[in-house]
């Protein structure tokens, strides 16, 4: 099968995935994970921005395969050029990302801030400076884009660290941008197009070498995909029923657990909640001084599980913390309902050493029957 | 009116509770968290981890309470992958050895490239036999543990060479989902070896009040449901991963949101219930 040139297997598919020569084989069934890895390492990159002498180049190259070509097409190989990102677009995209994010004080800190004698609260952050690029590293980026196709993508971002303040999220910009972008085979794909509708318009035709020149790299970028979407579905057909690894990605049984059983159990967990939902209407009445108890650490529990229940006590002094939410649930928890739990597994213990001592001395002897059945 | 309402159908109820938990995850509704003093006690044990330390993942919950459980799983393997301690994963629960590599993948492969299988972490996967299987490998993990997951033998494993039992773990983290479980560690393993062992635990909101009794002998310190995971998940984004983290490190924060809607109308149920008890008594008085 066709290789594109810097063509590498790492990532998901690494791992079971190799390469001999002209063929890749796979050991084991192929997850969809594995698959989009293989497909996104292929080595067909994004394109960067022409510069005028490599368009010039990428002219002759096209008149060198049938001929000069007439004024009409040399505009129209140009403005399929012009369509390719400018470094202006790539350095919006990392400021954007730069732009720092609104970000909101706890309920906490408010309080701190209200006892300290704040007289203005704010609950707004006052917003972190947003990150724009500098001027040498809008100079690296230009570079990047335009006079230096060998820097990496990882290189420019070393580069741009280097030149001053860069954070992680900006980073991850840059690939994103890019992965948006035409490759070369997706724009000499375009250009063959644009060709033979201008060819339509003027009456001339489109030399076949020049076409399949075009043409190729999209030829070889559906080959190579068409390839390993085979070896995708080959990895699925096992040699013998039911061999290889049991739980492997893409196996019958990979799939019962992850289209079945998952889904069941957690449905099955999910539904508590309307049961329990619908029970607590129904059943959950104060009828009496135990139940009014229950019923009242229900609501405790249940509002300091959440944000509201510190929110809505955070007006009770200091002083008077114990009656916040959270210490009150803490009290709930680690007083009344150690107590209670542990009392309950001694009492568990004891009885079970009474019963087992009864048995043992033949004190009890009702688990031979009574004779009488 | 008061007998209609009494005698509700409950899919009312059940619509009420699907819009209650649905429309919090369509706003992507979230509040922020203060950490309390239980996932403050799990983050500080982990924190005493030196590079290096020997850390026992028990990953015992399975699909039916990973909604649960998964958050705090991932932002414990994250905290233990920080501190450079070696994790051998284990599981008590047949479909365990699913929520140990859903953990390997998305946190050790993805955000910790450069850890070896086999040096750094192993899947030693499931074995059958519940706290069967705590009382043996806590005096010898090689008798049952011949092989890991994926049959490699245990000799040829770097990490497991020196390894005889348990007992040689600087701290066991576990997720406990049912039974098997936290309760089973502690019984069988941490109490036999209280002066050896340590032991942190993630659990769901209806085991965690039945392990509050062993706080803080047995137990060092306890993520209780949700609530304790989004605390934990807190600590450990403020410690590690900065202002933008990426958001599986965020799940159980965005999981508070249907929490907090969902509990208000249950108080709100269980108060319209009552209502109309009363109601109903003081009419047929």
Known sequence: MPFPDDFRLDGAAGDVVTRDGDSLTIRGPMSPEQLASVLDLAGFEPLRPYSESRRQAFIGELESRGGPLSEDERTQVMRTFDTLWQPSLLVQAINTAGVARKEFKSWRELRREQLAGEPNLQRERPRAADLILNAAQVVAVDEFATSDPAMSEDELIARLRAAGEFSDRQAASIGAFLATQPTLADLKHDLAIELLKLARLTGRTVPQERLDWLLLDTRQQAAFEQKVNELFQASHITRFAWSGAFDGSGSPFWWIYEYVFQPLTATMFAMLAFYVASAAFRAFRAKNTEAVLLLGTAFIILLAQTYLGPWLTSWVPESLSALQAEEMKRYIMSLFNTAGNRAIMIGIALGIAATSLKILLGVDRSYLGRGDE | ?285
């Open chain 2, 1 to 285: 009116m008061l007998t209609r309402l009494a005698n509700i159908d409950r899919r009312w109820i059940f619509l009420l509770m699907g819009i209650a938990v649905a429309v919090p995850i369509l706003l992507q509704l979230s509040f922020p968290e203060y950490p309390g003093a239980q996932a403050q006690a799990v983050f500080d044990e982990i924190e005493k981890l030196r590079p290096g330390d020997r850390v026992l993942m028990a990953w015992d919950f399975d699909p039916s309470t990973e909604g649960e459980l998964k958050p705090m799983a991932t932002a414990l393997a994250r905290q233990c992958a920080e501190k450079r301690a070696k994790l051998y994963f284990i599981t008590l629960l047949p479909v365990g050895p699913q929520m140990i590599d859903d953990t390997i993948s998305e946190v050790i492969r993805e955000d910790f490239p450069d850890m070896v299988y086999g040096e750094d972490y192993v899947n030693l996967g499931f074995k059958s036999g519940n706290e069967g299987v705590i009382k043996v490998i806590i005096t010898d993990l090689r008798g049952l543990y011949t092989t890991d997951n994926r049959g490699t033998n245990i000799d040829q494993i770097p990490m497991c060479k020196n390894v005889q039992s348990v007992q040689q773990m600087d701290l066991i983290v576990n997720v406990s989902g049912s039974y098997p479980g936290t309760k089973e560690w502690v019984q069988y393993a941490v109490t036999p070896y209280q002066s050896k062992l340590r032991l942190v635990a993630g659990c769901t909101g209806v085991q965690a009040p039945l392990l509050y009794p062993y706080i803080p002998n047995q137990l060092q310190g306890l993520l209780g449901a949700i609530k304790g995971a989004s605390e934990y998940e807190t600590l450990v984004v403020k410690a590690y991963l900065g202002v933008n983290p990426d958001p599986k490190y965020l799940e159980a924060r965005r999981r508070m949101g249907p929490q907090l809607v969902a509990h208000l109308l249950m108080i709100a149920l269980i108060i319209a219930g009552n209502v109309i008890y009363f109601a109903q008594r003081r009419g047929s008085v």
